[in-house]
């Protein structure tokens, strides 16, 4: 065990938490408005990275390219709450996490179809790390971290001092209360789906150049945005981003201290341990007369 | 089913092609795992999404007690079983007493565990590249080689299997089930431990996801760590949906339809999970009961004679006795200092205005909510630590304000799962309950389909077929017409006469003063009085916060 390079393995896991971070915002965001568990919220990661990696493939320039992507996964929210909203009434939720996991298993494979099994990368961050408290932290982790901080004060006015997002909160809080007052949940919940697509595209472009991007990540990515978000408290955004960093955290000294081969384990054992210990997550409240 | 049976055993009649017997085996093998899934996904409602390890564990732990310690096939399988049902009680235990989708995600992560368990022990398990040459089982010296021989192993093992599960899914067990799916807090009123239901339900269905799996390592004699992975689970959970969830042949239907499609996409096979994941958005946003919810279930069997009425109750102690009782939410006080006696044949109403605490009272006294302080005695019996399930087994009944009727099951079915804490005399109790209550007409229909004062009765019914020692009405009088509700009063007198204890919440004074022995009234969540109907009615304290000062309501 290599006690000394603990910060090391800790600055390595803090680009991929603020990811996981990310895509914890979007479960928490579907979820709050609309009480459905998008499984399919990694695939959204995944095209948005492998996006621009096509994109770039073309030459685009990356301040092209990179909202274009944005656009692209934008799309593919809308076109996902659209469907989700087909389904029939009464549909409990069963029904619909299977039918995001139906979705879930189709995107992947097209994405197999459209891109192959090779990882791929783009080029975006400038080389060169600089030091803190003994880590060497790379311009890409900082971008990250920088990046994935201006989308939580962004989200932050959104939700607080916009009425857009105050409508949403109500929703969140209340749907019927929220409907009486002319609010419409359908409305916010498509807005929480594009919101959620957009940042987890968003996610999906950050990570690629650093880490790369295969079509079939997005499964792994799911589960870790999903425990980003249950470690933080599934309704509370900020509270996923918050889980996501502890998450990384935790890789990070998993991989360097034990092993990198049980890598994707620790995800899992984390989102164990906070089911059985705290299943409210940190932030959360806990649900009246729940476990019985 | 049987003939479901016969036609899997006349298969190899049609071609003794040692590809498709293969082919053939391997669907029953599917059909084996996916049943168990079924009585966990849909009858119980659980949904677990990374069945495939338990499959691999059965496999893996022939394949390895085979190959690497002497164990023969048979003596293998039990163990891959039984670790089997160990991984699952283990996992099970805390997940399934929250919502349903924590168990969806947590299972997501299983095929990730069992890659990474297996590439850490890769020194004996193999690691990535799998275990080879695993010998085929074998009856005293003969071994199991030939495709046809073994396919017949195969089908008698399911067949056994699948009668034993046919069986429970149609009996009170099916019905237990299908109301912890629709409905877990009514499931739990009517008496069914939902959570250590749940947990052996999962069990049942990874030991015999194990077992399929150890009978596939000793025919294809190789299996690596993906074999049976997360396109695997999914797979089994797409073919279930498919077929249709909740009715055991579903399961069969929907492995024989989708289960070749790897052999037709041959040539297109990387076009399989977008086929697959499509299948399952459509048919859950457009027909989530699957194939077979176009064919109506057989309803329970209902007997023609309605045999003698109710037993009497008799007691000295108060059925009901509870002391000084107090609940808050946040920084709410719902309910504080309730106090009272209920005996054996005695009717004692509560009411008060909104917000009062009423409904609040009667989760505490019915175990739905735990007090935060003061006792409650059932019969003598303390029980506020005791669950909601367990408090309907000592003879506790309750309706909600809302009536909770399981929606998927029949009128009839529902007072059976009502009964069912009786033990055997369940069938007789409902059918009685339902020729006493006059419900006979509407025995075979659906709740939703009864008109809203037989629903009423239905839920009063589901209550009383378990023939309680006390229960618990909530707003039973709400919306009813004044000759439904003398109706209703008499129901209720003719239950006092038997001996059972009522508390009974509601506005409708008309209801609640012939009726009551007594009358506690609840303001703010506290007693503000509690005596006999001309006093209370009659009090100031009671004008002034409920009835009205000028009211003129009266005994």
């Known amino acids: 065990m290599d006690w000394g390079a603990i910060p090391q393995f800790l600055a390595g896991g803090l680009a991929i938490g603020a990811v996981y971070g990310l895509i914890g915002v979007g479960f928490s965001l579907i979820y709050s408005t609309s009480k459905v568990i998008n499984f399919a919220q990694g695939e959204f990661v995944v095209y948005g990275g492998l996006t621009t990696v096509s994109l770039a493939l073309f030459d685009i320039p990356a301040s092209v390219a990179l909202p274009l992507s944005l656009a692209a996964s934008i799309v593919m929210g809308g076109a996902l709450q659209g469907l989700l909203s087909t389904a029939r009434k009464g549909s409990n939720e069963l029904t619909y996490i299977m039918t995001t996991i139906g979705v879930a298993i189709a995107l992947q494979g097209l994405a197999h179809q459209i891109w192959g099994t090779d990882y791929k990368t783009y080029a975006l961050y400038p080389q060169g790390a600089i030091k803190v408290f003994g880590a060497s932290v790379n311009y890409a982790t900082i971008t990250i971290l920088v990046i994935t901080a201006l989308v939580c004060v962004a989200l932050w006015v959104f939700l607080f001092r916009s009425m857009i997002g105050k ?59 999903f425990t980003a978000a249950i470690v933080g408290g599934l309704a509370n955004p900020f509270g996923a981003v918050i889980g996501g960093l502890v998450l990384g955290l935790l890789e990070g000294l998993g991989v360097g201290l034990i092993s990198s081969d049980l890598q994707n384990a620790y995800a899992f054992l984390t989102l164990l341990v906070i089911l059985l210990v705290r299943p409210q997550g940190l932030f959360g409240r806990a649900e009246p007369g729940s476990a019985r | 089913m049987l003939g479901i049976l016969a036609s899997f055993a006349i298969v190899p009649l049609v071609s003794q092609d040692p590809y498709v017997l293969g082919v053939w085996t391997f669907l029953l093998l599917n059909i084996l795992v996916v049943v168990g899934l079924d009585l966990l996904l849909g009858y119980a409602g659980q949904l677990s999404l990374g069945h495939g390890i338990f499959v691999a564990i059965g496999a893996y732990a022939s394949g390895l007690l085979t190959t690497k310690a002497g164990f023969s096939g048979w003596t293998a399988m039990p163990v891959g079983m039984l670790a089997a049902a160990l991984l699952a009680a283990i996992v099970a235990v805390p997940t399934l007493r929250l919502r349903g989708y924590y168990l969806a995600m947590a299972t997501l992560g299983f095929p990730v565990m069992f890659d990474a368990a297996v590439r850490v022990t890769s020194q004996w398990s193999g690691g990535s590249s799998g275990i080879i040459s695993i010998p085929r089982l074998k009856i005293g010296g003969y071994i199991l080689r030939d495709p046809l021989v073994y396919y017949y192993l195969v089908l008698g093992v399911v067949a056994v299997v699948l009668l034993v599960v046919w069986n429970l899914a149609n009996s009170r067990l099916g019905l237990k089930l299908r109301a912890i799916h629709a409905d877990e807090t009514a499931a739990s009123a009517r008496g069914i431990n939902v959570t250590s239901l749940k947990v052996m339900v999962f069990v ?246 009864a008109n809203q004062y037989e629903r009423k009765l239905i839920e009063i019914g589901t209550a009383l077929a378990a023939s309680p020692a006390l229960l618990l009405l909530d707003e039973p009088g709400a919306g009813l017409s004044s000759t439904e509700i003398e109706k209703l009063a008499t129901l209720l007198r003719e239950q006092k006469e038997r001996g059972c204890a009522i508390v009974l919440v509601d506005h409708i004074m008309s209801l609640v003063i012939p009726l009551s022995d007594s009358i506690l009234v609840l303001n703010s969540g506290s007693p503000i009085m509690d005596g006999e109907p001309a006093e209370v009615i009659a009090d100031a304290d009671v004008r002034r916060a409920y009835l009205g000062e000028r009211s003129d309501v009266h005994a």
């Open chain 2, 204 to 449: 049942a269905s990874a030991t015999i996801a194990a077992l399929s799996g150890s009978l596939y390592v000793h025919n294809v004699q190789f299996v690596a760590p993906d074999t049976f992975g997360l396109n695997y689970s999914l797979t089994l959970v797409i073919m279930l949906v498919v077929g249709g969830m909740g009715r055991i042949w579903g399961g069969i239907l929907g492995v024989v339809l989708l289960g070749w499609m790897p052999e037709l996409l041959r040539e297109a096979a990387t076009w399989q999970p977008v086929i697959f994941g499509s299948i399952l958005a459509i048919i859950m946003l457009f027909a989530p009961s699957g194939l077979a919810g176009f064919v109506r279930r057989r309803s329970f069997f209902l007997p023609e004679e309605a045999p003698a009425g109710p037993p009497s109750i008799s007691s000295e102690k108060p059925v009901l006795a509870v002391r000084d009782i107090g609940k808050a939410f946040g920084g709410v006080q719902a309910v504080k200092g309730l106090s009272f006696d209920v005996r054996a044949g005695e009717i004692k109403s509560i009411i008060g205005p909104n917000g009062a605490g009423k409904s609040t009272a009667l989760a505490l006294i019915s175990g739905a909510i735990a007090a935060d302080s003061g006792t409650i005695k059932l019969g003598g019996q303390p029980v506020e630590q005791t669950p909601a399930y367990h408090r309907a087994r000592l003879g506790l009944g309750r309706t909600f304000q809302h009536a909770r009727l399981i929606p998927t099951l029949t009128v009839y079915e529902n007072m059976v799962l009502g009964a069912s804490v009786l033990g055997n005399r369940y069938e007789a109790e409902a059918s009685m309950i339902l020729h006493h209550l006059d419900l006979v007409h509407v025995a075979h229909a659906f709740p939703g389909e």
């Open chain 1, 167 to 225: 409508a949403m909160r109500a929703c969140a809080n209340d749907s019927r209360a929220a409907r009486t007052v002319g609010i419409r949940p359908r409305r916010m919940a498509l807005l929480a789906y594009l919101a959620s697509a957009a940042i987890g595209g968003l996610a999906g472009m950050l990570i690629t150049p650093s880490q790369m991007m295969s079509y079939d990540n997005g499964v792994i990515l799911a589960i870790k945005g």
